[in-house]
C-alpha cells in the first residue's frame, strides 16, 4: 500500500535525495537542474521546506515519488516538484501526490491548483486533463531548458461536502 507522508523540517535529506533521483530520471520535466540541485547548501534545502509542503510516496518503505505545493506572489496556488519513480508508475500514485497538494490547497481556500508541464510530456498532461486540469492558454520557457516549453494548467478546487456544511 502507499503511503503519503508530508516532510517535516528535519527530513529536508530526504527530500534532497529523492528530487536528485526525479532529477535524473526526467531531467526535461523540471525548472531545475540535476547540477545546481547537487550543489545547493544544506540550508537552501532546509529553506525548500520553509517555501510550502512537499510529500513523499512510499511503497513498502521506499520513497516512490515527490509532489509539492507552492503559493505564487499573486497568491496562486501551485502543484510543483511532481514526479514518480518509473518502478511504480502506473499503480496511480501520481493521482495521489497530486491530490495531496490539491487538499492542502483547498485547506488553505484556493479556488484552483495550477501547475506547469513540459509540452510533449504525454504522459503527464494526460494524468493532469484525467484528473480534471485543463489548458490555460499559458506557455512559457523551461527554466532548466529554454528550448523547451512549459504549458500551464490549471483545475478548480470544489469544497468537500463536509467542508461546505456549517
Do not use: C
Not at 494548467?153 to 456544511?165: K, N, V
Request: no cysteine; aromatic share 8%.
Amino acid at each position: 500500500m502507499v503511503e503519503i507522508r508530508q516532510v517535516e523540517l528535519d527530513g529536508w535529506r530526504e527530500l534532497r535525495d529523492v528530487r536528485l533521483a526525479a532529477l535524473l530520471d526526467a531531467p526535461t520535466a523540471f525548472g531545475s537542474t540535476y547540477e545546481d540541485s547537487v550543489a545547493r547548501s544544506d540550508e537552501q534545502w532546509q529553506k525548500r521546506l520553509e517555501a510550502g509542503p512537499m510529500f513523499i510516496a512510499y511503497l513498502d518503505g521506499k520513497a516512490i515519488g515527490l509532489s509539492g505545493g507552492f503559493v505564487e506572489e499573486d497568491g496562486s496556488y501551485e502543484l510543483v516538484s511532481m514526479w514518480v519513480d518509473p518502478v511504480a508508475r502506473g499503480k496511480r500514485v501520481a493521482e495521489q501526490l497530486v491530490n495531496v497538494v490539491a487538499a492542502w490547497a483547498r485547506g488553505l481556500g484556493a479556488a484552483r491548483l495550477h501547475l506547469w508541464v513540459t509540452d510533449g510530456n504525454e504522459s503527464a498532461q494526460r494524468l493532469y486533463e484525467r484528473l480534471g486540469f485543463t489548458y490555460t492558454g499559458e506557455r512559457q520557457e523551461l527554466p532548466s531548458n529554454p528550448q523547451l516549453t512549459e504549458v500551464g494548467m490549471a483545475m478548480p478546487l470544489q469544497l468537500s461536502e463536509d467542508a461546505a456544511r456549517p
